[in-house]
C-alpha cells in the first residue's frame, strides 16, 4: 500500500539510485549519524536531490537540490549514478561521464553535513574512462569501482554496432580510499560491461564480486596475500542463449544487479534480459553454488516475439508472470534484500530508454515491485503471490521503479 507520493519539481532527471546520507555505518562521523537523509542523483539530468526522511518518516520532502549547472562547472562530471557515504560522513556520487555526455569516470562529493557540492573526489588525470558503480572496505583502506558506459550513446538505446567501440566499459577500477587515487586496473574483456560492485559485509573481508551485464560473468576480486596487491578470477558464466527473432543471434543475461546476505551466505543475481533472480551459496567464495532460481519476467518467455534455438541451461522457456491478475512486464533489474535475509525484493525498470527498446509493454503497463520468499536453510526462492506493488496505477503513471531503500537498513547499506 502507498502511503506516501513525493513528486520531483523536474522532468526527465531519471532518478536511478539512491543511497543513505551519512549515516551509523560511517565510523568517524559520531554516534549522532542516523539515517535521515536520501540522496537522489539523476542520471540523465546530472540534478542531485537530498530528501529528508527523518523529520517525517512517512512524508519524505525535498530539503536541497544541487543543479546541473553546478555539477558541470564546478567538477566537469555529468550522469550521475550511484551514491554512498564515505566513512568520513562525505557522500561520494559516481558520474558515468562528463558534461557533455562523453565517457568519464570518477567522482563527486557532498559536504556530509551541508550537503553542498565539496568537487571531485579523484585526481584529474586519474579519471577513468567509463564509470557507474562503486563500494569500499575501509579497514583494507580500498575501493572499487566499475566501468559503466558512454552515456551520449547508451542513452539513445542498445546498437549492436556499439560493440567493439569502447561504448561498453570492460575495466575495474581499484583505488586507494585515503590517497584518492588509482592503484590498479583489471581488464574483464571487451564489452563486458562490468555494472555492480559488491563487497562482503564483514569488515575485515577483502574480496567481493562484480557483475559484468553483457558477457554474463561474475567476477571475485580478492586482496593478494603474496603481493599486497588486488586480484580477480571468473567464478560464474552465465551462458548466452541462441535466440531468433531478437536484435542480435544471441542473448546476454545481462546481469543487472548483485546483493549479498548481511551473514555472506549468498549471492543473489538478477538477469534483466533472460528474466530470471539466482542464488548462490558462499561457502566457498571462490567456487558459488547455484542452490536456487526464478523467472520473474525477461526476453524469452514462451509465446512471445523471441524464440530460443539453443539453451545450455533451459529445456522449455519459462511461463509469463501473472500475478494478482496483472501480467508482469519487463526483466528484474533491482535486488534488495532484508536484514534476516529471507525477503528479497525486486524491480523490473533498468533504464527508461532500455525499457522502451526492450520492453515496450513496461512502459505501457508500467513496472512493478515484487518479493521473493527466501530458504535461508537449505537454498531456494519463490515468488510471494500475496504481494505486488503495481506502479502502473500510479495516478500520474505509469511509473518506472528501480532503486529499493530500507529506513532501517539493508543488505546494500
Same mark, same amino acid.
Given at each position: =500500500? %502507498? /502511503?506516501?507520493?513525493?513528486?520531483?519539481?523536474?522532468?526527465?532527471?531519471?532518478?536511478?539510485?539512491?543511497?543513505?546520507?551519512?549515516?551509523?555505518?560511517?565510523?568517524?562521523?559520531?554516534?549522532?549519524?542516523?539515517?535521515?537523509?536520501?540522496?537522489?542523483?539523476?542520471?540523465?539530468?546530472?540534478?542531485?536531490?537530498?530528501?529528508?526522511?527523518?523529520? =517525517?518518516?512517512?512524508?519524505?520532502?525535498?530539503? +536541497?537540490?544541487?543543479?546541473?549547472?553546478?555539477?558541470?562547472? !564546478?567538477?566537469?562530471?555529468?550522469?550521475? &549514478? %550511484?551514491?554512498?557515504?564515505?566513512?568520513?560522513?562525505?557522500?561520494? %556520487?559516481?558520474?558515468?561521464?562528463?558534461?557533455?555526455?562523453?565517457? !568519464?569516470?570518477?567522482? @563527486?562529493?557532498?559536504?556530509?553535513?551541508?550537503?553542498?557540492? !565539496?568537487?571531485?573526489?579523484?585526481? #584529474?588525470?586519474?579519471? $577513468?574512462?567509463?564509470?557507474?558503480?562503486?563500494?569500499?572496505?575501509?579497514?583494507?583502506?580500498?575501493?572499487?569501482?566499475?566501468?559503466?558506459?558512454?552515456?551520449?550513446?547508451?542513452?539513445?538505446?542498445?546498437?549492436?554496432?556499439?560493440?567493439?567501440?569502447? @561504448?561498453?566499459?570492460?575495466?575495474?577500477? %581499484?583505488?586507494?580510499?585515503?590517497?584518492?587515487?588509482?592503484? =590498479?586496473?583489471?581488464?574483464?574483456?571487451?564489452?563486458?560491461?562490468?555494472?555492480?560492485?559488491?563487497?562482503?559485509?564483514?569488515?575485515?573481508?577483502?574480496?567481493?564480486?562484480?557483475?559484468?551485464?553483457?558477457?554474463?560473468?561474475?567476477?571475485?576480486?580478492?586482496?593478494?596475500? #603474496?603481493?599486497?596487491?588486488?586480484?580477480?578470477?571468473?567464478?560464474?558464466?552465465?551462458?548466452? !542463449?541462441?535466440?531468433?527473432?531478437?536484435?542480435?543471434?544471441?542473448?546476454?543475461?545481462? /546481469?543487472?544487479?548483485?546483493?549479498?546476505?548481511?551473514?555472506?551466505?549468498?549471492?543473489?543475481?538478477?538477469?534483466? *534480459?533472460?528474466?530470471?533472480?539466482?542464488?548462490?551459496?558462499? &561457502?566457498?567464495?571462490?567456487?558459488?553454488?547455484?542452490?536456487?532460481?526464478?523467472? @520473474?519476467?525477461?526476453? /524469452?518467455?514462451?509465446?512471445?516475439?523471441?524464440?530460443?534455438?539453443?539453451?545450455?541451461?533451459? +529445456?522449455? =522457456?519459462? #511461463? $509469463? *508472470?501473472?500475478?494478482?491478475?496483472?501480467?508482469?512486464?519487463?526483466?528484474?533489474?533491482?535486488?534488495?534484500?532484508? *536484514?534476516?535475509?529471507?525477503?528479497?525484493?525486486?524491480?523490473?525498470?533498468?533504464?527508461?530508454?532500455?525499457?522502451?527498446?526492450?520492453?515496450?509493454?513496461?512502459? +505501457? #503497463?508500467?513496472?512493478?515491485?515484487?518479493?521473493?520468499?527466501?530458504?535461508?536453510?537449505?537454498?531456494?526462492?519463490?515468488?510471494?503471490?500475496?504481494?505486488?506493488?503495481?506502479?502502473?496505477?500510479?495516478?500520474?503513471?505509469?511509473?518506472?521503479?528501480?532503486? /529499493?531503500?530500507?529506513?532501517?537498513?539493508?543488505?546494500?547499506?
Amino acid at each position: =500500500q %502507498v /502511503i506516501h507520493r513525493l513528486p520531483m519539481p523536474n522532468l526527465k532527471d531519471e532518478l536511478h539510485c539512491a543511497g543513505w546520507g551519512p549515516a551509523c555505518g560511517c565510523f568517524e562521523s559520531g554516534a549522532a549519524a542516523k539515517r535521515t537523509k536520501l540522496v537522489l542523483p539523476g542520471l540523465i539530468s546530472s540534478r542531485i536531490y537530498v530528501v529528508d526522511v527523518g523529520s =517525517q518518516c512517512r512524508a519524505p520532502r525535498i530539503c +536541497k537540490m544541487i543543479e546541473p549547472v553546478d555539477v558541470f562547472w !564546478k567538477c566537469n562530471k555529468g550522469y550521475l &549514478s %550511484v551514491t554512498h557515504a564515505l566513512p568520513n560522513g562525505d557522500v561520494l %556520487v559516481a558520474n558515468m561521464g562528463d558534461a557533455a555526455g562523453h565517457g !568519464k569516470g570518477g567522482f @563527486v562529493v557532498l559536504d556530509g553535513e551541508t550537503f553542498e557540492l !565539496k568537487g571531485n573526489w579523484e585526481n #584529474e588525470c586519474e579519471a $577513468p574512462p567509463t564509470g557507474y558503480d562503486f563500494w569500499y572496505q575501509a579497514r583494507h583502506n580500498v575501493l572499487v569501482s566499475s566501468a559503466g558506459m558512454v552515456p551520449r550513446v547508451a542513452g539513445r538505446g542498445f546498437n549492436p554496432d556499439d560493440l567493439k567501440k569502447g @561504448v561498453f566499459g570492460r575495466r575495474l577500477n %581499484v583505488w586507494n580510499l585515503s590517497c584518492r587515487s588509482l592503484t =590498479q586496473c583489471f581488464d574483464l574483456g571487451e564489452d563486458s560491461l562490468p555494472l555492480t560492485v559488491r563487497f562482503l559485509h564483514n569488515p575485515e573481508a577483502a574480496e567481493g564480486y562484480v557483475g559484468c551485464a553483457l558477457s554474463g560473468a561474475i567476477f571475485r576480486f580478492y586482496k593478494s596475500c #603474496e603481493a599486497n596487491n588486488w586480484a580477480v578470477e571468473e567464478v560464474i558464466r552465465i551462458p548466452a !542463449k541462441d535466440v531468433s527473432g531478437w536484435i542480435m543471434p544471441k542473448m546476454p543475461a545481462f /546481469i543487472a544487479d548483485l546483493v549479498i546476505s548481511q551473514d555472506d551466505r549468498f549471492l543473489y543475481v538478477c538477469n534483466w *534480459l533472460h528474466g530470471d533472480i539466482r542464488q548462490y551459496e558462499l &561457502s566457498r567464495s571462490c567456487k558459488p553454488r547455484l542452490v536456487g532460481q526464478v523467472f @520473474v519476467g525477461g526476453s /524469452i518467455l514462451r509465446g512471445g516475439p523471441v524464440t530460443v534455438c539453443r539453451d545450455e541451461e533451459l +529445456k522449455c =522457456q519459462p #511461463e $509469463p *508472470l501473472v500475478l494478482k491478475c496483472k501480467r508482469v512486464y519487463g526483466g528484474p533489474a533491482t535486488l534488495q534484500l532484508s *536484514l534476516d535475509g529471507k525477503r528479497l525484493y525486486v524491480t523490473n525498470s533498468f533504464y527508461s530508454t532500455w525499457d522502451r527498446q526492450f520492453y515496450p509493454s513496461l512502459i +505501457k #503497463e508500467g513496472s512493478v515491485m515484487l518479493q521473493l520468499d527466501v530458504d535461508t536453510d537449505k537454498g531456494g526462492l519463490s515468488v510471494n503471490k500475496n504481494f505486488l506493488v503495481d506502479f502502473g496505477k500510479e495516478p500520474n503513471g505509469p511509473c518506472l521503479a528501480h532503486e /529499493i531503500r530500507f529506513p532501517g537498513g539493508d543488505a546494500k547499506s
